[in-house]
């Protein structure tokens, strides 16, 4: 078993949906969730940074953290074209470097 | 947000040479760094964990002297891939990590060994 799992998509969904992405883990010692977006060719770009249980809610993207379930999710509202790409959740236990998950393709159709 | 730049962003080089790949964090010190590689259409994969002043810890598969790494500063490490070949070609990105624990990653560097 992964310690990260992530579905690889690829999500195809019209413009203005709301898309829901979305991660389990196995390893009770993530304490750091991070979501990044990786346009073809360039390097991964943080997105959202989180901690703790709950939501976190940055413009258009809502961060979503439930630890007792070992689940995490990114909401993005008013989906774009420009949103159109791969997303990543890493976990980090704070001491060594990220787990990342497979990365899910998004692709949101004009 | 803070930035980190590799270079080259994109390398050819023929078999059997060695490439160096620089990654800076520019506006903040990084006391660790990390080496990635990442396959097309696959997520990335940790290489080594570079520590200022210290040496690299290599993950297991990663062979170390063929993928030497240098922190000589807390705002360069360097990657240089000894005796390439086409087995290596690859997209390599490095990322630099703040005292808040918060990962920037830098755009990657495309290497092709022909």
């Known amino acids: 078993q992964k310690e990260v799992e992530q579905d690889p998509g690829p999500l195809s969904v019209p413009e203005g949906a709301i898309v829901s992405l979305n991660c389990t883990y196995s390893?009770?010692?993530?304490?750091?969730f991070m979501w990044y977006r990786q346009y073809s060719r360039k390097g991964p770009e943080l997105l959202m940074y989180t901690y703790s249980s709950g939501n976190k809610e940055d413009g258009r993207f809502t961060a979503q953290v439930d630890k007792s379930s070992k689940y995490i999710s990114l909401f993005i509202r008013d989906s774009q074209p420009s949103d159109s790409a791969t997303y990543l959740c890493a976990l980090d236990t704070g001491r060594r470097a990220l787990t990342f998950g497979s990365g899910t393709r998004l692709q949101v159709q004009p | 947000g803070a930035v980190v730049s590799q270079h080259p962003s994109w390398v050819i080089c023929k078999s059997g040479t060695s490439v160096k790949i620089e990654c800076r964090s520019l506006?903040?010190?990084?006391?660790?760094m990390f080496w990635y590689r990442q396959f097309p259409k696959q997520s990335l994969m940790l290489m080594a964990t570079?520590?200022?002043?210290?040496?690299?810890?290599?993950e297991q598969g990663v062979e170390k002297d063929k993928f030497l790494i240098n922190h000589a500063s807390l705002t360069l490490s360097t990657l240089t891939v000894t005796s390439a070949h086409p087995e290596d070609s690859s997209f390599y990105i490095c990322?630099?990590?703040?005292?808040?624990?918060?990962?920037?990653f830098g755009p990657g560097t495309r290497l092709t060994v022909t």
């Open positions: 990322s630099a990590r703040d005292i808040r624990y918060e990962q920037y």
């Open positions: 390893n009770s010692a993530f304490q750091y």
């Open positions: 570079s520590n200022e002043g210290s040496k690299a810890t290599y």
């Open positions: 506006d903040f010190q990084a006391t660790t």
